[in-house]
Structures are given as structure tokens and as C-alpha cells.
């Protein structure tokens, strides 16, 4: 009798591989990618699923919070639509910044997170969102649905990490904070990559 490798384990791309989340677009699964603790910018490689070095941060500047994107989203004609100065969208998938009291010092790790609100960063003409997010049953946001529920210091923190974290001395950010928006019209992004992933992926 033969019996299969144990350790063998096969793994789901964490884009293609993994659902949105039980309850989209309120209550969302995030793949991590990048902690705070990161100096290193780290990416999912679409190829393969695992994470690899995009490159260092060029600044001191680190992420706020927790920060990668929602499985099986994509930034495509819907999301762009609803960012009113950007032509197309990324192509990427949804990212999301997720706020946890407690710190979470490790990525390539997925969590249920609940949607409040998000940032209309624009990246060289394309829409870029960054949905905001609080980690469900967290002790301290977990009761927090909009993003007035947030103190305005945490938000400013994200909205100043995606205006620098590209900036290069000497020459003009391409990378522009549109506008802050509530969960309203973030649930409407999460709605719109959804479908943007329907139609270019199927379902």
C-alpha cells in the first residue's frame, strides 16, 4: 500500500485560491502581504502565489497598519468608473488596510476583516483604492463600522504612507489621494472589483 508524501501540502494561490470572504463586500477575507514592522515591500508574485521582494521601502516611512488585498477582486473598468480622475484601474487585485490593536508582526497570513471606509488613490492615471478595514472581533475597533468610528490620526497616517511611499527626491509624486470616503462607497469599490474579477477571471 502506498501512502501520499506528508509533506506534501498543496496550496491555493492567495489570489485565485481564496474566497472574498463569507459576507461581501461588508465582511471581507485580506491576504497580508506587508506588517508594519516591514521595511521591505512585499508582494504576492502572480505566477506562483508565494510572496517575493518587490523592493525596499525608500524611506523610513513604514505601513500603519496591516496591508495586502481581498482574494478574487480586480481593479478593472467598474473600480475605475468610480474614480472619477483615474482612466482604467490597476489590474491588480483590491488592496485593503486592516487595523488590529494587537500587534501582528508576520505576513503571507489571511483574516476576516469588516469594511469602513478607504482611500481614491490615484497611481498614474489608474485607480489604486486602498479599502480600509478593522479586524473582526478585534478588543478595540472591532465595533467600528464607519470610519468616523476611527481616530482621525489613523487614517492620516495611512493617507500620508500612500502619498510618500513612492516618492523618489527630486521628482514629482505620480501617486494622488483623490478623496477619504465612509463605508458606503467603499462597499461600492468591493462591489465593483468583484465583478471586475467575474468578468475578467469568470466566476
Not at 77 to 102: F, M, Q, T, Y
Not at 180 to 187: F, P, Q, S
Request: net charge negative; aromatic share 10%; charged share 25%.
Amino acid at each position: 500500500m502506498s501512502f501520499p508524501n506528508p509533506f506534501y501540502r498543496w496550496r491555493p494561490h492567495p489570489w485565485h485560491g481564496l474566497e472574498a470572504g463569507a459576507d461581501p463586500p461588508k465582511h471581507v477575507n485580506a491576504y497580508i502581504e506587508i506588517t508594519p514592522f516591514d521595511s521591505v515591500k512585499y508582494e504576492v508574485d502572480k505566477a506562483t502565489g508565494y510572496l517575493r521582494v518587490d523592493r525596499p521601502q525608500r524611506t523610513s516611512s513604514q505601513p500603519p497598519t496591516l496591508y495586502g488585498f481581498i482574494p478574487r477582486t480586480f481593479c478593472g473598468h467598474r473600480v475605475a468608473k468610480l474614480s472619477p480622475e483615474s482612466l482604467k484601474g490597476d489590474k491588480d487585485p483590491l488592496d485593503i488596510c486592516v487595523i488590529s490593536e494587537r500587534p501582528i508582526n508576520r505576513s503571507d497570513i489571511i483574516l476576516r476583516a469588516r469594511v469602513v471606509g478607504g482611500l481614491q488613490m490615484v497611481d498614474n492615471e489608474e485607480a489604486d483604492d486602498k479599502i480600509i478595514a478593522v479586524l473582526e472581533n478585534d478588543n478595540i475597533w472591532g465595533d467600528a463600522h464607519k470610519l468616523d468610528d476611527l481616530p482621525n490620526i489613523l487614517v492620516e497616517r495611512l493617507r500620508h504612507y500612500f502619498c510618500t511611499y513612492k516618492t523618489i527626491l527630486g521628482q514629482e509624486a505620480n501617486t494622488t489621494i483623490e478623496t477619504v470616503y465612509d463605508w458606503e462607497h467603499a462597499l461600492a469599490v468591493v462591489e465593483a472589483a468583484l465583478l471586475d474579477y467575474k468578468e475578467e477571471y469568470g466566476g
